[in-house]
T-cell receptor, first 113, second 112 residues
Framework: NAGVTQTPKFRVLKTGQSMTLLCAQD?????MYWYRQDPGMGLRLIHY???????AKGEVPDGYNVSRLKKQNFLLGLESAAPSQTSVYFC????????????FGDGTRLSIL | AQSVTQLDSHVSVSEGTPVLLRCNYS??????LFWYVQHPNKGLQLLLK??????LVKGINGFEAEFKKSETSFHLTKPSAHMSDAAEYFC??????????FGGGTRLMVKP
């Protein structure tokens, strides 16, 4: 059982380039999330989805877009990468019940030069 | 709004000695609280969770945490540290709508 899988694991971009991070989960979870992790700040929510075809903004959505065309996939896009978006990105998924924990992928380390 | 504060950014202990990682929370109602662990280059793994049942919560790998409403605390403890416990630990509160708010993290170092 793979759980939550993120691709790619590492990426280096130049300022202004675009890219898409892919998250796939095989647990039939309704909720999916994208976070960024920066030193001393824990994880901050970028965007999330409460079901197929729905997305919503989190705490730090600027500069990012997302799509949830299939229940098992959640894509995070950077249209024009900036050095401030250098971070480690984590995808997570959870059951619809509020008390259930989230299951995390292993992260994507993204550097913007 | 719910929030958590981890009182120490770094904690260093010797192998075999007790571990204490401190967390205070702020919430307008009885919160659901979690501790997650992150090993290098890995995602986060749930250690334990509190959801208004027993105030002393036991988790994996010998960790436990006690919910103290009067002190608004949810400190993580382990009687005897192991080298494999070296990692970053996050205290997390569950908000309305199934959203998590993370503390800043505590990096635990274990000396031989």
């Amino acid at each position: 059982n793979a759980g939550v899988t993120q691709t790619p694991k590492f990426r280096v971009l130049k300022t202004g380039q675009s890219m898409t991070l892919l998250c796939a989960q095989d647990m039939n979870h309704e909720y999916m999330y994208w976070y960024r992790q920066d030193p001393g700040m824990g994880l901050r929510l970028i965007h999330y989805s409460v079901g197929e075809g729905t997305t919503a903004k989190g705490e730090v959505p600027d500069g990012y877009n997302v799509s949830r065309l299939k229940k098992q996939n959640f894509l995070l896009g950077l249209e024009s990468a900036a050095p401030s978006q250098t971070s480690v990105y984590f995808c997570a998924s959870s059951d619809i019940q509020g008390s259930q924990p989230q299951h995390f992928g292993d992260g994507t380390r993204l550097s913007i030069l | 709004a719910q929030s958590v504060t981890q009182l120490d950014s770094h904690v260093s202990v010797s192998e075999g000695t007790p571990v204490l990682l401190r967390c205070n929370y702020s919430s307008s109602y009885s919160p659901s609280l979690f501790w997650y662990v992150q090993h290098p280059n890995k995602g986060l793994q749930l250690l334990l969770k509190y959801t208004s049942a027993a105030t002393l919560v036991k988790g994996i790998n010998g960790f436990e945490a006690e919910f103290k409403k009067s002190e608004t605390s949810f400190h993580l403890t382990k009687p005897s540290a192991h080298m494999s416990d070296a990692a970053e630990y996050f205290c997390v509160v569950l908000n309305a709508g199934n959203m998590l708010t993370f503390g800043g993290g505590t990096r635990l170092m274990v000396k031989p």
